[in-house]
């Protein structure tokens, strides 16, 4: 029996689980972390294959905690304070989970990871609200977010998360007076 | 193999913030006029759009009608995905142009398109790497390099520390 069938990756919660903690050089990842990484993976492959609901923290997915549990007891995934990373079998398992994966899927993923995974939960929030409105309906923090958006948005652009055009037009001004807004410190 | 000198010469593709450094805060016309004699400098018609509609003076308009070739590039479909769908920003589009043309340079100082670039393996440089290809051709001296630096320093716009730190190597060296 493979290891694909063997832990169930067939799921593609399991799968993009197992993924996600493998690439970027298998930096660990928070709850929260991992929850928008594939759901903004999702966004970008325009498919719905796991379950998320919008909740006060914006989309999260009950379908990812449950099968990372599965995952935890199979002793693929281990938690080191409030991060999750592979073990040894588990980085077994992706290096050959990632062989059913095209180099295009994968690099999402990666782009994925590497958006969000090194942001402070506010800036993490605040990106995935503004990339995806929809998951501000039952928010209770994006009005919160909301008030300290020039900072959050110059800190994005800053860090490289969001282009010139984007961040003008979220704050409503021309590309150009966004950038000559922005001062050496930042 | 021999490449004739043509070929040995890079080609750019530019996106609307290095323009703004290069021709309207750093003056960098006459520059662009000796380096377009050298290389091919390209820019795709959105950011023509871009630069024109923030630029008051008519020398940047005529430097850019006479030293860049307008690209009407087709856009790449794989790309949307990393900009949120969204084809308005300028590099997308300098970057489609860039991924069916590996030999072309992107001209990009924001992080975010630097980053795309990386991801797609796609050679990219910024204003300052522009600065730097102008100096080893001889068209800057050092005295010009020093006042582009002031220039720079003084600016509001935006230029990462990265930037900043690679154009003091590039001027005092």
Not at chain 1, 64 to 85: H, P, S, T
Not at chain 1, 170 to 185: H, M, P, Q, T, V
Not at chain 2, 95 to 120: H, M, Q, T, W
Not at chain 2, 124 to 143: F, N, P, Y
Request: proline share 3%.
């Amino acid at each position: 029996m493979s290891v694909i069938t063997e832990y169930g990756l067939d799921s593609p919660a399991r799968a993009l689980l197992i993924l996600v903690l493998s690439i970027k050089d298998r930096e660990p990842m928070s709850k929260l972390h991992f929850q928008k990484a594939i759901l903004y993976f999702e966004r970008m492959q325009k498919q719905q294959d796991i379950d998320f609901s919008d909740f006060h923290y914006g989309g999260v997915s009950y379908e990812l905690q449950e099968n990372l549990e599965a995952l935890e007891e199979y002793g693929l995934i281990d938690r080191v304070g409030n991060k999750y990373m592979l073990t040894e079998e588990g980085e077994k398992t992706a290096r050959e989970l990632i062989k059913q994966y095209d180099k295009e899927t994968l690099r999402k993923l990666v782009f994925a990871k590497q958006q969000l995974n090194d942001l402070p939960d506010k800036e993490l929030l605040y990106l995935m609200y503004k990339l995806f409105p929809d998951t501000q309906a039952n928010s209770t923090e994006y009005k919160k977010l909301e008030e300290e958006k020039q900072t959050l948005i110059r800190k994005l652009f800053c860090k490289g998360r969001i282009t010139a055009h984007m961040a003008a037009e979220w704050l409503a001004i021309s590309e150009k007076d966004f950038l000559e807004s922005l001062s050496r410190k930042d | 193999m021999n490449l004739s000198p043509e070929k040995t010469k890079r080609e750019f593709v530019f996106d609307t913030s290095t323009l703004i450094i290069l021709v309207e805060k750093c003056g960098l016309s006459d520059a662009f006029t000796r380096l377009a004699q050298e290389r091919k400098l390209y820019v795709p018609t959105r950011v023509v759009e871009e630069f024109l509609v923030g630029s008051n003076f008519n020398d940047h308009k005529r430097t850019l009608r006479d030293c860049f070739i307008p690209l009407n590039v087709t856009l790449a479909d794989e790309l949307l995905p990393y900009f949120n769908f969204k084809s308005t920003s300028g590099e997308i589009w300098v970057i489609s142009y860039a991924l069916r043309n590996p030999s072309c340079f992107c001209v990009i100082d924001e992080e975010f398109g630097r980053n795309i670039c990386k991801l797609f393996s796609i050679n990219v440089t910024g204003a300052i790497g522009i600065i730097d290809e102008m100096k080893r051709d001889g068209i800057l001296s050092s005295s010009d390099l020093h006042c582009i630096r002031d220039k720079i320093r003084s600016t509001r716009f935006y230029l990462s520390k990265y930037l900043c730190d690679e154009l003091d190597r590039i001027c005092l060296t």
